[in-house]
């Protein structure tokens, strides 16, 4: 967090203020206000700039311009919008088609853009290169940045929760569509430095510890794509008995069965949902349903390792892996290897089995037990099913890796950000 400190005229800090000796007790307080100056300083501060003296508060107008020309109107606009999660500006997908009698505005490279509906989701960014000459609507308002005001500090600073979340809450119109109008904007302080060389500094320390991310978030998806690959190819294709890939020493055709022969499935049981609490105790279990944990119960069903399957809802047919005592809820299929059957691969042959295309019903998609166990899958010997799950497992263990990795360096930075500002 940020760090106000109290100095008197004789420049000591000051933690509270001692009644004085003559005169009302309001009188001393009166005294004590005068006396007091109150200095907006980061906690962590660049050599360079430790002498700079305090932050100065001033509001967004200061710095900031809206960009109001005229442009297209309907569907003729090269549209941009702005994702979600501080995820930056992108070119709107065309196949969402607007009203004809839309008017949009255009907009430049370098400006700053926001939306009014999502201010609270983070949806910020500066339009980049690639989408210089390209519209928006007033729902996305645009702004000029001035000279004295970097554009990368702007979009760090508004991307704290202590900004967005504070002041996204204010957000005028109804229950439904509550809207942070560019007057509102304008009026929000920031907290800037003497120097923009210091904004510019931490901007960049910021931003390279973002393109850090970036880049483990590419190699996390070159990871992810590698196993979707490798589950294509160490798994036999639709109406094939071999896979493409093979480990030395394994040569033969996969025999054919029902899956209800490679494992046994049946639904959890029921909890009431006054029964799952959010965090765990010494005496709870974790509990999963349909589509992965739910939260915390105080019984158990199983106890080992298990894959289970989601048998209700939009998501119905993932497959994820409970280890230790756990509770299955009704929503949740536990599939319980049998005949030699290795649970690790039967893990990965069900993800690879993609089952939410035997899923039936329109509004509320559902997994039938009984249709699943009549889904033909091949089966290799427990041999090499213990080779394919070795080498998907050391894959996924790297995975996890690698997304923890990124947790920790987002972490690292939020830690950054709050001793680097102000409050």
């Not at 933690?15 to 206000?33: M, Q, V």
């Not at 894959?395 to 360096?409: H, K, P, Y």
Request: proline content about 5%; hydrophobic content about 35%.
């Amino acid at each position: 967090m940020s760090k106000k400190t109290t100095a008197t005229k004789g420049g000591g800090e000051v933690l509270g203020s001692n009644p004085a000796k003559k005169g009302s007790r309001g009188d001393a307080e009166t005294r004590s206000r005068k006396s007091e100056k109150t200095f907006l300083l980061p906690k962590l501060r660049f050599p360079e700039f430790r002498n700079d003296g305090e932050w100065v508060e001033v509001p967004m107008l200061r710095h900031l311009t809206e960009s109001r020309i005229r442009g297209s109107s309907g569907n003729i606009a090269r549209k941009i919008t702005v994702k979600l999660w501080g995820k930056g500006v992108y070119e709107k997908d065309e196949t969402t088609a607007g009203s004809l009698n839309t008017q949009y505005y255009q907009r430049k490279a370098g400006q700053f853009i926001y939306s009014k509906l999502d201010f609270l989701n983070q949806a910020f960014g500066i339009i980049p290169e690639s989408l210089d000459r390209f519209e928006s609507t007033v729902d996305l308002p645009c702004f000029d940045i001035g000279n004295d005001l970097s554009p990368n500090f702007l979009l760090e600073y508004v991307q704290r929760k202590s900004f967005y979340k504070r002041y996204g809450e204010i957000a005028d119109g109804g229950r439904k569509a509550k809207r942070i109008q560019v007057e509102t904007f304008l009026g929000f302080p920031i907290s800037l430095p003497p120097r923009t060389a210091e904004q510019q500094k931490i901007a960049d320390c910021l931003g390279s510890l973002d393109d850090l991310i970036a880049a483990h978030q590419r190699k996390l998806s070159a990871l992810q794509d590698h196993k979707k690959g490798l589950l294509q190819q160490l798994f036999p294709a639709e109406g094939q008995t071999t896979p493409k890939l093979r480990f030395p020493g394994f040569e033969g055709e996969w025999k054919v069965k029902n899956l209800n022969e490679a494992c046994q499935m049946k639904a959890g049981k029921f909890v009431k949902a006054a029964e799952i609490k959010a965090e765990s105790d010494q005496n709870s279990y974790p509990c999963y349903g349909g589509n992965g944990l739910r939260g915390y119960t105080s019984t158990y069903t199983h106890e080992g390792r298990y894959p289970l399957i989601g048998r209700q809802g939009a998501l119905c047919g993932n497959v994820q892996i409970a280890t230790g005592q756990f509770h299955a809820t009704e929503h949740a299929v536990v599939a319980t290897p049998r005949n030699s059957t290795k649970t690790d691969w039967i893990f990965y042959a069900l993800i690879f089995l993609n089952l939410n295309r035997f899923a039936t019903g329109q509004a509320q998609p559902g997994l039938s037990v009984e249709i699943l166990e009549r889904v033909p899958l091949p089966i290799p010997k427990p041999p090499e099913q213990q080779k394919i799950a070795d080498c998907l497992s050391a894959l996924d263990a790297c995975i996890t890796a690698q997304t923890e990795q990124i947790a920790a360096l987002k972490e690292h930075k939020k830690g950054l950000m709050q001793k680097l500002f102000p409050s």
